[in-house]
């Protein structure tokens, strides 16, 4: 929220300026550069998985870190995003960047008739009606004969022929994830540091307050829901298209959206950088719990601490541990 | 002088309990209007029917010649009518700044974030938060919160602003202050409605008063008028002081 003067000076020459700009940059340069030396496919594939987590995290936070919503049932922009891009792939020949494309678009678009209806609700009541949105939409998919029902759907292999073979549209698929990550994190920023991000921000704190200030409370919950959904629906078509394969138990699976929400508390809700930061933590946690003798099957009751120590202890996470300590820091990592 | 608000017959209840019950009065461009009654009189109730918090069961709230009856609250203010809470109601994890810039970028004058953080520094000056713009609004103190409160409002640059209780808490010494502050906002233009228990006060700063006793419009005219009005003495008589301390000022 802190800009100074550059704000007024043009968007473009501030962004350049701010510390955000270079470290979403420098995230972005790691992810591309790391696998890329020694062609080292295993670090790739845990990277996607990153890349992620990040895109879940970072647009999770719009509604939870910005607007005080608590999306339980993320996971489904990025399910149902997967089965319109497979669907159109598959059935109707469309070519990858048009099918995640018209995902992005149309996932978001359905979110904010969703969130019109949805967001006159509140905090806890909010919250189920996330988780009820998700159960419901994978209940009609399951039932859905062109998406396949339950059995769910195949992409022939012939598809990763325009991308130059599977092999190399491996690589295509994670760069874009990659890009669709730092778009995430882009997002983020300009969303903060715009006069709608403001009134989310405000919504954050004191819905009625900010009402009263005359925030059009309605219409911009409906807005971040509808933007939180637009990525996470790109991402889902990609991660799909890769898997060649999409049924209702994996695209709608509330474990992954549990963990967004467990990487934004962990990063700091509300913040630009906390997000990567938290799934960054989480995943190096993830990976040493899972290779761990003693934790293997404990992942998951593991995160479920993590996330209520987070909340009764740092709510800020580790942002706000970081801005606590010391306070300048606000101005840097945003 | 023309009306810039005007309230007629406003109705609303809540269960079985009439908090208001058929208020009607009128709002000059321009004047400061007092509204005074006892606890539970109706006064925040009323509040919050003209701005939108809450829809009235009947009547109808005109805002510059609109019907704004049952509006939306963020639309009320964007017409033009700020308001503070008796409560105090800050952004609590954004700084001074930022709780003024909102109600600069939302409010009568839509403007960009960058103008609107102009029109904030200027009303925190106004109110004497200068020195505290990047503090965050949890830690100011009470009289700092109310200060805060009116800051905010200000900045979205209303025609009428609803004052509700911001001497209530504060010591005499913030009191002389906050009234001078509310002196200086009139001479910038803006009209103003304002609740106060402090009798002292309100009998100084208002053009006219209306007073509500349960739920209803008990009496209206100028602070000589009504303090000597013998149905509002009688209403304050549950408060022998109250009624003295009325009755002794101007």
């Given at each position: 929220?802190?800009?100074?003067?550059?704000?007024?000076?043009?968007?473009?020459?501030?962004?350049?300026?701010?510390?955000?700009?270079?470290?979403?940059?420098?995230?972005?340069?790691?992810?591309?550069?790391?696998?890329?030396?020694?062609?080292?496919?295993?670090?790739?594939?845990?990277?996607?998985?990153?890349?992620?987590?990040?895109?879940?995290?970072?647009?999770?936070?719009?509604?939870?870190?910005?607007?005080?919503?608590?999306?339980?049932?993320?996971?489904?922009?990025?399910?149902?995003?997967?089965?319109?891009?497979?669907?159109?792939?598959?059935?109707?020949?469309?070519?990858?960047?048009?099918?995640?494309?018209?995902?992005?678009?149309?996932?978001?678009?359905?979110?904010?008739?969703?969130?019109?209806?949805?967001?006159?609700?509140?905090?806890?009541?909010?919250?189920?009606?996330?988780?009820?949105?998700?159960?419901?939409?994978?209940?009609?998919?399951?039932?859905?004969?062109?998406?396949?029902?339950?059995?769910?759907?195949?992409?022939?292999?012939?598809?990763?022929?325009?991308?130059?073979?599977?092999?190399?549209?491996?690589?295509?698929?994670?760069?874009?994830?990659?890009?669709?990550?730092?778009?995430?994190?882009?997002?983020?920023?300009?969303?903060?540091?715009?006069?709608?991000?403001?009134?989310?921000?405000?919504?954050?704190?004191?819905?009625?307050?900010?009402?009263?200030?005359?925030?059009?409370?309605?219409?911009?919950?409906?807005?971040?829901?509808?933007?939180?959904?637009?990525?996470?629906?790109?991402?889902?078509?990609?991660?799909?298209?890769?898997?060649?394969?999409?049924?209702?138990?994996?695209?709608?699976?509330?474990?992954?959206?549990?963990?967004?929400?467990v990487?934004?508390?962990l990063?700091?809700?509300?913040?630009?950088?906390?997000?990567?930061?938290?799934?960054?933590?989480?995943?190096?946690l993830?990976?040493?719990?899972?290779?761990?003798?003693?934790?293997?099957?404990?992942?998951?009751?593991v995160s479920g601490a993590l996330l209520l120590v987070i909340?009764?202890?740092?709510?800020?996470?580790?942002?706000?541990?970081?801005?606590?300590?010391?306070?300048?820091?606000?101005?840097?990592?945003? | 002088?023309?009306?810039?608000?005007?309230?007629?017959?406003?109705?609303?209840?809540?269960?079985?309990?009439?908090?208001?019950?058929?208020?009607?009065?009128?709002?000059?461009?321009?004047?400061?209007?007092?509204?005074?009654?006892?606890?539970?009189?109706?006064?925040?109730?009323?509040?919050?029917?003209?701005?939108?918090?809450?829809?009235?069961?009947?009547?109808?709230?005109?805002?510059?010649?609109?019907?704004?009856?049952?509006?939306?609250?963020?639309?009320?203010?964007?017409?033009?009518?700020?308001?503070?809470?008796?409560?105090?109601?800050?952004?609590?994890?954004?700084?001074?700044?930022?709780?003024?810039?909102?109600?600069?970028?939302?409010?009568?004058?839509?403007?960009?974030?960058?103008?609107?953080?102009?029109?904030?520094?200027?009303?925190?000056?106004?109110?004497?938060?200068?020195?505290?713009?990047?503090?965050?609004?949890?830690?100011?103190?009470?009289?700092?919160?109310?200060?805060?409160?009116?800051?905010?409002?200000?900045?979205?640059?209303?025609?009428?602003?609803?004052?509700?209780?911001?001497?209530?808490?504060?010591?005499?010494?913030?009191?002389?202050?906050?009234?001078?502050?509310?002196?200086?906002?009139?001479?910038?233009?803006?009209?103003?409605?304002?609740?106060?228990?402090?009798?002292?006060?309100?009998?100084?700063?208002?053009?006219?008063?209306?007073?509500?006793?349960?739920?209803?419009?008990?009496?209206?005219?100028?602070?000589?008028?009504?303090?000597?009005?013998?149905?509002?003495?009688?209403?304050?008589?549950?408060?022998?002081?109250?009624?003295?301390?009325?009755?002794?000022?101007?």
């Amino acid at each position: 929220m802190r800009h100074g003067a550059a704000q007024g000076e043009g968007r473009y020459a501030g962004l350049f300026r701010r510390p955000s700009f270079w470290i979403i940059a420098l995230v972005i340069a790691a992810f591309v550069i790391a696998p890329l030396i020694g062609n080292d496919v295993e670090m790739r594939e845990s990277l996607v998985l990153a890349a992620i987590y990040i895109i879940l995290a970072s647009n999770v936070n719009l509604m939870l870190g910005y607007a005080g919503y608590v999306n339980f049932g993320s996971i489904v922009f990025f399910g149902l995003g997967g089965y319109v891009c497979v669907y159109l792939m598959s059935a109707q020949g469309w070519p990858l960047a048009a099918a995640a494309l018209a995902a992005g678009v149309a996932v978001s678009l359905l979110a904010l008739v969703f969130g019109l209806g949805i967001l006159r609700l509140r905090g806890a009541y909010f919250a189920l009606a996330t988780i009820g949105v998700n159960e419901a939409v994978q209940a009609v998919v399951a039932n859905f004969n062109p998406w396949g029902g339950s059995a769910g759907l195949y992409l022939s292999p012939r598809l990763f022929l325009p991308l130059g073979g599977a092999m190399q549209a491996l690589w295509v698929i994670y760069f874009l994830l990659v890009a669709v990550m730092g778009l995430s994190l882009y997002l983020s920023y300009v969303i903060k540091s715009s006069k709608f991000g403001l009134g989310l921000l405000a919504i954050g704190q004191n819905e009625d307050a900010a009402a009263v200030l005359g925030v059009p409370t309605p219409l911009f919950k409906a807005l971040a829901y509808s933007a939180s959904a637009f990525l996470p629906a790109i991402a889902g078509g990609l991660y799909f298209f890769k898997s060649a394969f999409i049924q209702p138990t994996d695209a709608f699976d509330l474990t992954l959206s549990t963990e967004a929400i467990v990487i934004v508390m962990l990063g700091g809700q509300g913040t630009i950088t906390g997000p990567a930061l938290g799934a960054y933590l989480y995943e190096e946690l993830r990976g040493w719990l899972l290779t761990s003798e003693t934790f293997s099957h404990f992942q998951l009751v593991v995160s479920g601490a993590l996330l209520l120590v987070i909340v009764l202890f740092a709510p800020g996470g580790l942002m706000g541990w970081l801005y606590g300590r010391w306070p300048r820091l606000r101005k840097v990592l945003e | 002088m023309t009306a810039l608000l005007a309230v007629e017959n406003l109705r609303k209840s809540f269960g079985g309990v009439h908090a208001v019950s058929g208020v009607s009065f009128v709002v000059n461009e321009g004047e400061i209007l007092g509204l005074i009654g006892p606890n539970g009189a109706g006064k925040s109730t009323l509040f919050n029917l003209i701005n939108g918090v809450m829809a009235p069961d009947e009547g109808r709230v005109i805002f510059r010649g609109i019907d704004i009856t049952g509006e939306a609250a963020y639309r009320v203010a964007r017409a033009g009518l700020a308001r503070t809470h008796q409560i105090v109601q800050p952004l609590a994890g954004m700084d001074v700044l930022e709780n003024c810039t909102v109600g600069a970028c939302f409010g009568s004058e839509n403007l960009s974030i960058g103008r609107a953080r102009d029109v904030a520094r200027e009303t925190a000056v106004l109110v004497g938060l200068e020195d505290r713009l990047t503090m965050s609004a949890a830690q100011l103190t009470i009289a700092g919160k109310k200060r805060l409160e009116l800051a905010r409002a200000l900045s979205a640059r209303p025609k009428l602003l609803l004052l509700d209780e911001v001497l209530a808490g504060l010591n005499p010494t913030e009191v002389e202050h906050m009234i001078g502050i509310i002196r200086a906002i009139r001479e910038r233009g803006v009209t103003i409605l304002i609740i106060e228990h402090l009798m002292q006060a309100i009998m100084s700063l208002s053009d006219r008063i209306v007073v509500l006793n349960i739920g209803q419009k008990l009496a209206e005219g100028t602070p000589a008028e009504v303090a000597n009005d013998p149905a509002v003495i009688e209403a304050y008589l549950g408060d022998p002081a109250l009624a003295e301390e009325l009755h002794g000022s101007p």
